[in-house]
């Protein structure tokens, strides 16, 4: 649970760099950490434009260097880029090429924006991922001046994956215009994991606790509800929320549960759309439900049986005058 401020224009900075042009940005850095979750560490980077004139196409862009091995001399390992789809668990990661560390260490983005956009508003997709091996010259290997950095943010770049010393630059963005005095955000989650499936594991239970506003759940039902779950984004629509909504299931496979609490007796409505806002599937059609915890399963079909791509869906849960909405994922 650290805070620390840099900044691109200091003058220290234009001695060791000397090639670089200042960009004028000033950058706060929060990390947090759970003692119940020893596998993730979730990082909030705020960007605040301190020149005097506008950008065009902004990125903001994660540089990292993680090296897995057994030995501090030990700098060969793979890189690969995991993409389940790039809008539903954006991570890239990096593991031992000779296999004695059977870990993995990723990069989860999480969100991205600008500060005083509605609070919920979280886009968990990254725009490059750009990667590199320490023995070539660009663009397989680092880059080494601006215009270099800011082309593996423009796009994705590297043709080598090990194994070698490898590092990688995940990016977000473009911001059309970064005006002076703005702040940009990106939040991303650092994850360890014994193998994939144990980094995987990480990385959806941090996107869990991040959807929930950093709070653990506390609820004993919801905490044994499977750890390879959901983005739960929570957002009243109108009126009082519906209190614990939570979204699980595998990932990979429906069915997809939604899960919820009803304080008394109410009518419930529940319906699916697709990111351009058609309706693909009523769940729940005026069922009568008593207070306490309801579930109702999804099989990942529409309302003819057919199956759907994966991607982003929304749903909607009307229950009386309370109206929810929120985001899930599905994937194969």
Same mark, same amino acid.
């Given at each position: 649970?650290?805070?620390?401020?840099?900044?691109?224009?200091?003058?220290?900075?234009?001695?060791?760099?000397?090639?670089?042009?200042?960009?004028?940005?000033?950058?706060?850095?929060?990390?947090?950490?759970?003692?119940?979750?020893?596998?993730?560490?979730?990082?909030?980077?705020?960007?605040?434009?301190?020149? +005097?004139?506008?950008?065009?196409? +902004?990125?903001?862009?994660?540089?990292?260097?993680?090296?897995?091995?057994?030995?501090? /001399?030990?700098?060969?390992?793979?890189?690969?880029?995991?993409?389940?789809?790039?809008?539903?668990?954006?991570?890239?990661?990096?593991?031992?090429?000779?296999? /004695?560390?059977?870990?993995? &260490?990723?990069?989860?983005?999480?969100?991205?924006?600008?500060?005083?956009?509605?609070?919920?508003?979280?886009?968990?997709?990254?725009?490059?991922?750009?990667?590199?091996?320490?023995?070539?010259?660009?663009?397989?290997?680092?880059?080494?001046?601006?215009?270099?950095?800011? +082309?593996?943010?423009?796009?994705?770049?590297?043709?080598?994956?090990?194994? +070698?010393?490898?590092?990688?630059?995940?990016?977000?963005?473009?911001?059309?215009?970064?005006?002076?005095?703005?702040?940009?955000?990106?939040?991303?989650?650092?994850?360890?994991?014994?193998?994939?499936?144990?980094?995987?594991?990480?990385?959806?239970?941090?996107?869990?606790?991040? *959807?929930?506003?950093?709070?653990? *759940?506390?609820?004993?039902?919801?905490?044994?509800?499977?750890?390879?779950? /959901?983005?739960?984004?929570?957002?009243?629509?109108?009126?009082?929320?519906?209190?614990?909504?939570? &979204?699980?299931?595998?990932?990979?496979?429906?069915?997809?549960?939604?899960?919820?609490?009803?304080?008394?007796?109410?009518? &419930?409505?529940?319906?699916?759309?697709?990111?351009?806002?058609?309706?693909?599937?009523?769940?729940?059609?005026?069922?009568?439900?008593?207070?306490?915890?309801?579930?109702? &399963?999804?099989?990942? *079909?529409?309302?003819?049986?057919?199956?759907?791509?994966?991607?982003?869906?929304?749903?909607?849960?009307?229950?009386?005058?309370?109206?929810?909405?929120?985001?899930?994922?599905?994937?194969?």
């Amino acid at each position: 649970m650290f805070t620390c401020e840099y900044d691109d224009h200091q003058p220290e900075a234009l001695e060791s760099h000397p090639e670089h042009v200042p960009l004028q940005v000033d950058i706060v850095q929060q990390s947090y950490g759970w003692s119940q979750q020893r596998d993730f560490y979730i990082y909030r980077f705020e960007v605040t434009h301190a020149g +005097a004139e506008a950008y065009q196409d +902004a990125y903001l862009g994660l540089f990292m260097d993680p090296d897995v091995g057994s030995q501090p /001399e030990d700098d060969e390992f793979d890189h690969q880029v995991f993409r389940v789809n790039r809008r539903t668990l954006p991570i890239a990661y990096a593991h031992d090429a000779v296999g /004695e560390v059977p870990g993995c &260490v990723g990069s989860l983005i999480l969100g991205f924006g600008r500060s005083g956009e509605t609070p919920g508003v979280r886009r968990p997709a990254w725009h490059a991922v750009s990667h590199f091996a320490s023995a070539y010259a660009f663009p397989d290997g680092d880059p080494v001046n601006d215009a270099q950095r800011y +082309a593996s943010m423009e796009e994705s770049l590297g043709s080598i994956y090990g194994p +070698a010393d490898m590092r990688y630059v995940v990016s977000v963005g473009p911001f059309p215009r970064f005006e002076a005095g703005e702040t940009l955000w990106f939040d991303v989650a650092f994850v360890i994991g014994h193998g994939l499936e144990g980094m995987l594991d990480a990385a959806w239970r941090a996107w869990r606790l991040y *959807a929930n506003d950093l709070v653990e *759940a506390r609820d004993s039902d919801l905490a044994r509800a499977p750890a390879a779950a /959901e983005w739960a984004g929570r957002q009243a629509v109108g009126g009082a929320p519906v209190g614990g909504l939570r &979204v699980w299931g595998h990932p990979a496979s429906p069915p997809l549960r939604i899960q919820y609490r009803l304080p008394e007796l109410r009518t &419930v409505h529940l319906n699916l759309y697709d990111p351009a806002g058609r309706r693909v599937r009523r769940l729940l059609q005026g069922a009568e439900q008593p207070a306490g915890m309801h579930s109702v &399963v999804w099989d990942g *079909a529409d309302a003819r049986g057919r199956r759907l791509p994966p991607g982003v869906y929304l749903y909607r849960l009307r229950a009386g005058a309370d109206d929810l909405a929120g985001r899930l994922m599905l994937l194969r």
